[in-house]
């Protein structure tokens, strides 16, 4: 899984750049994952500002707020999942993806599987 991470300016949208070349390198990117015939899934996420966190305390209660409030500069916005042969054929997709760009990261991680 590749786990896309914009730095947090972007969001707010305080970073430069035209958002019409980002646009076009996410639609060439996705092109070329796809193409590849590696693809499982993936999603964008929506705005941050439609965030909602749950935790459930000690006795079981739920407190439920708005937003992610989390103290890090990244913030998650999306995801590929993809079938390839190692890791490093996962890292070279990662650094061709462009939300490893311009102060974002993309975290690689194995999906778990678990015996039923």
Wanted: glycine share 12%.
């Amino acid at each position: 899984m590749l786990l896309i991470h914009a730095a947090a300016s972007d969001v707010a949208g305080e970073a430069g750049g035209t958002d019409e070349g980002l646009f076009e390198a996410w639609v060439s990117y996705d092109k070329a994952v796809r193409d590849a015939g590696i693809w499982v899934s993936g999603h964008s996420l929506a705005d941050l500002t439609t965030a909602t966190t749950v935790r459930v305390g000690p006795a079981g209660d739920r407190i439920i707020t708005d937003g992610p409030f989390a103290e890090t500069r990244e913030i998650l916005g999306g995801y590929y999942v993809i079938d390839v042969p190692d890791l490093d054929v996962a890292l070279d997709w990662a650094a061709r993806c462009p939300g490893a760009r311009g102060g974002g990261s993309v975290v690689v991680r194995p999906v778990a599987e678990f015996e039923v």
